[in-house]
């Protein structure tokens, strides 16, 4: 069967009117043009984000030091890397613009995530683009990961009893996303200082995290951590466990603490013994039900774990692969101003790698330069002039799929 789609070069023939997507009501961006490359050469590129105080812009607070990340601007023009941020930006956009469409506070942020990495200008060895920065973008979701994982891996790896740690509360409504996230911050922001007035000061980092239960329409909040010690983990679940449920008969949550303790150290499941009768109608009036609260080794994965996203963007569901723009926009306006990492106890120690010396090749880079623009019908970024592709993603079905089913 002939296959009458055009090729990437016919597409952007002199005759073809392209143009980047334009968005009403926002500012044109400025374009990274390899004209002018005289005056270029003395005067930086503009930056279209420009830095706000704002904990929204990937801020990592500590008890220690207050540390902002940046994102390196440029990576190695790796081919691979960047069919991997193709399928980033593929998705990037739809799940953008449904957001933009919503009438919210982050309507702006959302159309800055649809312009997230829209030019990539290849100088030389390099491939550099524009980042909105934003939490929710998948584009600068990877950057981030992996610059937490290079700033805080060198640490962790240095704690050899480590353990994952996962504090929940029970499913909340939108109207009370707010008041349970206030509460989860001042009961652990006490018990540190509980632990730290006992002389067992905690150490360790921690990730708030929200998932979305369509079915219900509840979202559920919770801590992720990595803590140094197994020791310090008990404590957490157990002051963290009477701090949300202050209303209900101490000693028989007592019992229940203890008991599940003694079972699950003999190896016992916890699922069947915490569906006992004696427990099974106490634990429905319980905001911190003990059977979700869990710490485990910590290993690569885990690690690897707490530093992904703050929210999952997909559903469980066979039939529903994305959340619903509007349960996602209910997320972002709660996480706002809101730390979604914290290390504490301890200050980082990283790597820090030589600056190199380049020399005449940045003059060299500038002259090889070439500019590619994400080109939505081919779901990749197209040198306008040359027609080539800049990497060798193609949508499978399984992407075409997830996109045909973000609503």
Excluded at 85 to 96: C, H, T, V
Excluded at 207 to 234: M, Q
């Amino acid at each position: 069967m002939k296959n009458d789609k055009k090729t990437p070069k016919e597409f952007c023939s002199p005759n073809q009117n392209i143009n980047p997507v334009k968005v009403e009501g926002s500012t044109p961006k400025t374009s990274f043009g390899s004209k002018n490359q005289e005056k270029c050469k003395q005067v930086a590129t503009p930056n279209p984000y420009p830095k706000k105080p704002s904990l929204d812009k990937l801020e990592i607070t500590s008890e220690l030091s207050l540390d902002s990340l940046e994102f390196d601007r440029s990576c190695e023009y790796d081919r691979e890397k960047l069919t991997k941020r193709a399928r980033a930006k593929f998705f990037n956009n739809n799940i953008a613009i449904s957001l933009a469409n919503l009438k919210s506070s982050l309507k702006e942020k959302y159309w800055d995530t649809y312009h997230c990495s829209h030019r990539v200008v290849v100088r030389g060895p390099e491939a550099k683009s524009k980042f909105c920065k934003n939490r929710w973008c998948l584009i600068c979701n990877r950057i981030r990961t992996a610059q937490l994982i290079q700033k805080y891996n060198l640490t962790l790896e240095s704690w050899e009893e480590k353990v994952f740690l996962t504090l929940t509360v029970k499913n909340c409504t939108a109207g009370n996303l707010r008041d349970t996230l206030d509460k989860m911050h001042t009961y652990f922001t006490e018990i540190k200082d509980s632990e730290r007035k006992a002389d067992r000061n905690l150490v360790g980092i921690r990730k708030l995290e929200i998932t979305y239960n369509r079915t219900e329409d509840t979202y559920h909040p919770h801590f992720h951590f990595i803590l140094e010690s197994a020791l310090s983990a008990e404590k957490v679940i157990e002051k963290w466990i009477y701090k949300f449920n202050e209303g209900v008969c101490k000693k028989t949550l007592a019992r229940l603490i203890f008991s599940l303790q003694e079972k699950l150290k003999g190896g016992s499941s916890k699922s069947n013994f915490i569906q006992l009768p004696e427990f099974k109608e106490f634990r429905k009036g319980l905001t911190a039900d003990p059977q979700f609260q869990d710490f485990k080794p910590a290993d690569e994965k885990s690690v690897k774990e707490l530093f992904k996203y703050f929210t999952k963007l997909t559903s469980n569901s066979s039939k529903d692969k994305f959340i619903s723009p509007a349960a996602l926009d209910i997320i972002f306006q709660n996480l706002t101003n809101r730390r979604a990492f914290q290390p504490f106890g301890f200050i980082a120690h990283q790597e820090v790698a030589a600056p190199e010396n380049k020399g005449d090749d940045k003059t060299e880079a500038w002259i090889d330069e070439m500019e590619y623009e994400w080109i939505k019908e081919y779901s990749n970024w197209v040198n306008i002039s040359t027609g080539d592709t800049l990497s060798d993603y193609q949508p499978s079905e399984e992407d075409l799929r997830k996109q045909g089913a973000l609503k």
